[in-house]
């Protein structure tokens, strides 16, 4: 996708065109059967219908104790790499603690020939601390979603209805699907024989929820260090250490600067927003994003957001307002 429209809460729309592609819509089915076939090409295992209820970290071994339909019992291994998205039981059992927040998230799939580009919807009615979504797909379908430390079901609601009156909301909500989105990293990401990647370990974006880069990311960093532990044989918390490092060196600015933009972004009123909607309107600040801006990357353009005249006026009133 190149072009997004921007609705304030009060509906002023802004259309944002990015100079080439800068965002792309998987099909998550797709996309993570692709990431199974490569992992089974290498010579992965795959259990299906497994659960991990526990992990106890040994000197020699670590072993997870699994549930299946056939019964339970246990794996040893010399490490565990723990890609649990938003369940943090397993963390939490070893001490690495969870993510400072869980945001809701919400998403459905309908039928609409009434988006032709991506819609990103501010306001209260949508979202508390973050914003709906429209993202058209192929054949006439559209995803349809919010992220919100508010009530989910009526976020989606009032988004489905800004989309078009034609919308059946009541029957589009009974299939929607809801999970939890983690807002902030886990205390610790590593420990003897034990790493954490993806929203496991909370690399999600603070500032849109998107976890698919960061996850890919640190999954990477994860693996060059395993290598490594299995070349020098082994897998302390000291030699695996250097995961977290490597991580936060790329990702720990990204994720704190992120949540200090969502504590003070999350008090603007609804006024205030649309305030900040028109001095973005007057300022530069579209063009400086569209010439540098970066989907996964957004410190710069916080920082740009603060920097800027207008918006840190309007900011600022809004924040005095609230
Ligand atoms: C509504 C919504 C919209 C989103 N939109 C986007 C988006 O547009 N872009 C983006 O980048 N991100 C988006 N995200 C976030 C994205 O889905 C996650 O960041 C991403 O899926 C995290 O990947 P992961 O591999 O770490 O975990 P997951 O994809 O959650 O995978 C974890 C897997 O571990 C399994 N599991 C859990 N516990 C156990 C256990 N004890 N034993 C065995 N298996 C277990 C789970 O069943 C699951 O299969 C969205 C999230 C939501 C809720």
Not at 24 to 46: M, P, S, T, Y
Not at 61 to 86: L, S, W
Not at 171 to 183: H, P, Q, T, V
Request: hydrophobic share 40%.
């Amino acid at each position: 996708m190149k072009e997004a429209d921007l609705f304030s809460p009060g509906g002023c729309c802004i259309t944002y065109s990015h100079p080439e592609e800068a965002v792309f819509v998987v099909d998550r089915h797709i996309f993570d059967r692709k990431l199974a076939e490569n992992a089974l090409d290498r010579g992965a295992k795959i259990f299906l219908n497994t659960k991990i209820s526990s992990l106890s970290v040994e000197d020699k071994y670590v072993m997870a104790h699994i549930k299946t339909q056939e019964g339970e019992h246990n794996v040893f291994a010399d490490i565990c790499v723990i890609a649990t998205g938003a369940n943090y039981n397993l963390q939490s059992s070893l001490g690495l603690g969870r993510p400072k927040k869980i945001i809701k998230g919400i998403q459905v799939e309908i039928k609409t020939e009434d988006i032709e580009r991506l819609r990103l919807y501010w306001g209260r009615r949508f979202s508390n601390g973050f914003f709906g979504w429209a993202i058209p797909l192929m054949d006439g379908r559209t995803r349809v979603g919010v992220m919100t430390e508010g009530n989910a079901i009526d976020g989606l609601r009032n988004t489905l209805s800004a989309i078009g009156d034609s919308i059946d909301s009541s029957s589009e909500l009974s299939k929607a699907r809801r999970r939890g989105i983690a807002f902030g990293t886990i205390t610790r990401s590593y420990s003897d024989r034990i790493i954490v990647v993806g929203e496991a370990a909370g690399h999600i974006k603070t500032t849109t929820g998107g976890g698919i880069y960061y996850g890919l990311l640190s999954a990477e960093i994860a693996s060059k260090v395993i290598k490594k532990a299995f070349k020098v044989g082994t897998f302390e918390a000291k030699t695996i250490s250097k995961y977290e490092k490597q991580w936060k060196k790329i990702l720990g600015k990204e994720i704190a600067f992120g949540e200090y933009f969502h504590k003070f972004y999350s008090k603007l009123s609804d006024n205030s927003l649309d305030g900040l909607f028109s001095a973005a309107k007057q300022d530069a600040l579209l063009s400086y994003i569209a010439k540098n801006g970066k989907f996964d990357w957004h410190k710069d353009a916080i920082v740009k957001i603060i920097k800027s005249p207008n918006l840190r006026k309007a900011l600022w009133n809004g924040f005095f307002c609230y």
